[in-house]
């Protein structure tokens, strides 16, 4: 089982919202930081939004700040985006991704564990 399995994605218009799933199973579940990356045609892969593994810290990409928001629920091994007003270069695939560690980092390196992505399209 791939440890980490997103869904959510989809085609959505211009100021519509969107909300990305992230199951988290095996190793992962536990004590382990989250993080929301995205890349977008022809660009590399972008830090979106990160948490602890306790939920009590998290940081945004200055892009995505006051629109997306990152949450996590342990007792259900699910990491969530909650993502509202898109535009069109939000259009992107996202990945769920894990590390062993407890801390966030906003750097893709750093992460042991990626899902497989999941296609966000938003039309103008």
């Known amino acids: 089982q791939a440890p980490l399995v997103e869904s959510g994605g989809g085609l959505v218009q211009t100021g519509g919202s969107l909300r990305l799933s992230c199951v988290v199973s095996g190793r992962t579940r536990s004590g382990s930081a989250m993080a929301w990356f995205r890349q977008g045609p022809g660009k590399g892969r972008e830090f979106v939004a990160t948490?602890?593994?306790?939920?009590?810290?998290?940081a945004y990409a200055d892009a995505v700040t006051g629109r997306f928001t990152i949450s996590r629920d342990n007792a259900n091994s699910t990491v969530s985006l909650q993502m509202n007003s898109l535009k069109p270069e939000d259009t992107a695939v996202y990945y769920c991704?894990?590390?062993?560690?407890?801390?966030?980092?906003?750097?893709?390196?750093?992460?042991?564990?990626w899902g497989q992505g999941t296609q966000v399209t938003v039309s103008s």
């Open positions: 991704a894990g590390r062993k560690y407890l801390l966030t980092s906003t750097n893709p390196s750093d992460y042991d564990y």
């Open positions: 948490i602890s593994g306790n939920g009590f810290r998290i």
